[in-house]
T-cell receptor
Framework: DTGVSQDPRHKITKRGQNVTFRCDPISEHNRLYWYRQTLGQGPEFLTYFQNEAQLEKSRLLSDRFSAERPKGSFSTLEIQRTEQGDSAMYLC???????????????FGSGTRLTVV | DAKTTQPPSMDCAEGRAANLPCNHSTISGNEYVYWYRQIHSQGPQYIIHGLKNNETNEMASLIITEDRKSSTLILPHATLRDTAVYYCIVRTLSGYSTLTFGKGTMLLVSP
């Protein structure tokens, strides 16, 4: 396993277009997270999945954003009608959450850098 | 999750120890201290975590004060590749908590 993979690495899109990013987590990890990071800031939590169930969504995740993890493996993050303010690095992470608690760290991908022009 | 306070930047000479402080005065009894770092254009990387005892692994050491209100991440022999933003995060291991990042400390290791 080579870690968390994200595709594409870079995306330039025109304002108003839809974009979709993909994340392939570490195979044995049951949790998958999406974060957004703008220049000079730490990553901001967007949403996470436990297997295929989306358990939490940040208020940052507007109606234009939707995330799926259909079979509990890879995940997609779609942004509809992109705006210039959506320009950011979108990071995916995965972790193994043990029954009864216990999490030994997230593994992050290298991110997808979105530029909306 | 409790908030943390870190200096915005620090400098360190190559080969010397880098000691990165973090204040977490409102930490709860069941919250762990996690450290991550982010090298430019990469995703954050897990370094170490602890509850109340000092911890050491191949990357770093974590020293947590007895009252748990602060901690220090120690890179014993900093290299140029350790130049990164270092994030100190406190969180529980409960099922529904997630990592909340602040702005971190930008560590610059110089020759």
């Amino acid at each position: 396993d080579t870690g968390v993979s994200q595709d594409p690495r870079h995306k330039i899109t025109k304002r108003g277009q839809n974009v979709t990013f993909r994340c392939d987590p570490i195979s044995e990890h049951n949790r998958l997270y999406w974060y957004r990071q703008t220049l000079g800031q730490g990553p901001e939590f967007l949403t996470y999945f436990q297997n295929e169930a989306q358990l939490e969504k940040s208020r940052l995740l507007s109606d234009r954003f939707s995330a799926e993890r259909p079979k509990g493996s890879f995940s997609t993050l779609e942004i509809q009608r992109t705006e210039q303010g959506d320009s950011a690095m979108y990071l995916c992470a995965s972790s193994l959450e043990l029954t009864g608690g216990g999490n030994y760290g997230y593994t992050f991908g290298s991110g997808t850098r979105l530029t909306v022009v | 999750d409790a908030k943390t306070t870190q200096p915005p930047s620090m400098d360190c000479a190559e080969g010397r120890a880098a000691n990165l402080p973090c204040n977490h005065s409102t930490i709860s009894g069941n919250e762990y201290v996690y450290w991550y770092r982010q090298i430019h254009s990469q995703g954050p990387q897990y370094i170490i975590h602890g509850l109340k005892n000092n911890e050491t692994n191949e990357m770093a050491s974590l020293i947590i004060t007895e009252d748990r209100k602060s901690s220090t991440l120690i890179l014993p022999h900093a290299t140029l590749r350790d130049t990164a933003v270092y994030y100190c995060i406190v969180r529980t291991l409960s099922g529904y908590s997630t990592l909340t990042f602040g702005k971190g400390t930008m560590l610059l290791v110089s020759p």
